[in-house]
C-alpha cells in the first residue's frame, strides 16, 4: 500500500511571498505525481503533475520531484488570497490508474 | 475541456433507503472512482472501475456497491444507508493517471 506524507499545517503566507509544500511518499519505484487544489465546498482540481526529477513550472507554480530523496513539492511564487486552499499531492503509477491522496495542507495567503 | 457531472449536489436521506448516486463522463476514459471525503480523513477510495462491469475494491468497500453497465456511466449504491455515510462523494474518471473530478454530492443521512 502506497503512503502519501503531507504537512498538515495550516500553512499562512502573506500576499506576494512563496508558500511551499510538501510531500513524501513511500514507494520507490512510483514515476508520477500529482498536485490537486481543493477550494472549500468544492471538488479537487488537478493544477500539476510531474514525472521526472528536477522542477516543472507552470506560470506562479513550481512542482518538484526529488526521487533519491522520496519527496516533491510544490511552490507558488506571488501568493494571492485567491490560493487560499487545501492543496493535495498523489502519488500514481499503480495498475489501473488508481491515485494515493495525501490529507491535504490546507493553505491560507493574507493580504 | 474534461467534464464530470454528479446527479445531485445535495442529497438528504433517511437510515435504512437505498440510495443511488450517479457519475457521468463525456471523455471517453476507462478508469472511473468513487471516494469520500471527511475532515480530517482525507480522500477515501471506495471503489474503482477500469472498464465497463469491471470494478474493484478501494480502501473502504464496506456498505458499498457499484455498478457500470455503460463506459460512461458509473454508479455508487448504498445499500442500506446509515449515517456513518454522511459525507461528500467525489467521483473521478482518468485515462491515465490523471484525475479529473466532478463537483461532488454532499450526502446527509439521518
Known amino acids: 500500500q502506497k503512503e502519501v506524507e503531507q504537512n498538515s499545517g495550516p500553512l499562512s503566507v502573506p500576499e506576494g511571498a512563496i508558500a511551499s509544500l510538501n510531500c513524501t511518499y513511500s514507494?520507490?519505484?512510483?514515476?508520477?505525481f500529482f498536485w490537486y487544489r481543493q477550494y472549500s465546498g468544492k471538488s479537487p482540481e488537478l493544477i500539476m503533475f510531474?514525472?521526472?526529477?528536477g522542477d516543472k513550472e507552470d506560470g506562479r507554480f513550481t512542482a518538484q520531484l526529488n526521487k533519491a530523496s522520496q519527496y516533491v513539492s510544490l511552490l507558488i511564487r506571488d501568493s494571492q488570497p485567491s490560493d487560499s486552499a487545501t492543496y493535495l499531492c498523489?502519488?500514481?503509477?499503480?495498475?489501473?490508474?488508481?491515485?494515493?491522496f495525501g490529507r491535504g495542507t490546507q493553505l491560507t495567503v493574507w493580504p | 475541456d474534461v467534464k464530470v457531472t454528479q446527479s445531485s449536489r445535495y442529497l438528504v436521506k433517511r437510515t435504512g433507503e437505498k440510495v443511488f448516486l450517479e457519475c457521468v463522463q463525456d471523455?471517453?476514459?476507462?478508469?472511473m472512482f468513487w471516494y469520500r471525503q471527511d475532515p480530517g480523513l482525507g480522500l477515501r477510495l471506495i471503489y474503482f472501475?477500469?472498464?465497463?462491469?469491471?470494478?474493484e475494491k478501494g480502501d473502504i468497500p464496506e456498505g458499498y456497491s457499484v455498478s457500470r453497465e455503460k463506459k460512461e456511466r458509473f454508479s455508487l449504491i448504498l445499500e442500506s444507508a446509515s449515517t456513518n455515510q454522511t459525507s461528500m462523494y467525489l467521483c473521478?474518471?482518468?485515462?491515465?493517471?490523471?484525475?479529473?473530478f466532478g463537483p461532488g454530492t454532499r450526502l446527509t443521512v439521518t
Open positions: 473521478a474518471s482518468s485515462w491515465t493517471d490523471e484525475q479529473y
Open positions: 514507494d520507490r519505484g512510483s514515476q508520477s
Open positions: 510531474i514525472y521526472s526529477n
Open positions: 498523489a502519488e500514481g503509477g499503480s495498475t489501473l490508474g488508481r491515485l494515493y
Open positions: 471523455m471517453d476514459h476507462e478508469n
Open positions: 472501475s477500469y472498464d465497463v462491469k469491471m470494478k
